[in-house]
């Protein structure tokens, strides 16, 4: 599922998710659980204030996030 993504770009200049829209919907980012890197993919675990856990691909050459896993808490 493709979503729209806000980041904060910290002092090194990488990308973590603020919030993320579902539909109309926008779910603030409260916790980074997990991340991990591929050569063109960045993937984070996080919670939102739903308290659902999600997984949010950026997919770094197309540009686009995608969220890959959701569970309910």
């Known amino acids: 599922m493709n979503i ?3 980041c904060y770009a910290g002092y090194r ?6 919030a ?6 926008r779910l603030k980012v409260t916790a980074v659980l ?16 739903d308290r659902g ?5 950026h997919d ?3 540009g686009l996030w995608e969220m890959t896993l959701y569970t309910r808490q």
């Open 34 to 49: 997990d991340r991990w890197l591929a050569p063109d993919h960045r993937y984070f675990k996080v919670t939102a204030d």
């Open 60 to 62: 770094v050459t197309r």
């Open 20 to 25: 993320f829209y579902l539909g109309q919907r």
């Open 13 to 18: 200049g990488e990308e973590e998710p603020r």
């Open 4 to 6: 729209e993504v806000e």
């Open 53 to 57: 856990t999600y997984i949010l691909r």
